[in-house]
């Protein structure tokens, strides 16, 4: 995977991500327990981390991809009740 490649797909990542972020669908989802792939989303990010000598700025916004993840998932695994 080329570098040019890497940040084309991080802004494709960041694209989803920020739907997710602001979705009523992605709250109902969560609430009715459907199961949105954020683990699928997860892998392309860290298979980005992998590539050798990888730009500090192409890491940068991966690393932080990987932490508004993290904030999905707690909204994800939070009861129904607390979500809104």
Do not use: C
């Amino acid at each position: 995977m080329s570098f040019e490649f890497a940040e084309r797909d991080l802004v494709h990542i960041r694209n989803v991500l920020g739907y997710l972020e602001r979705s009523a669908d992605f709250v109902r989802q969560t609430e009715a327990g459907a199961i949105v792939s954020l683990g699928y989303w997860r892998a392309r990010v860290r298979a980005i981390l992998v590539l050798p000598r990888l730009p500090f700025h192409i890491e940068k916004q991966a690393k932080e991809l990987l932490m508004r993840l993290d904030r999905l998932e707690s909204v994800r695994d939070r009861p129904a009740s607390l979500i809104g």
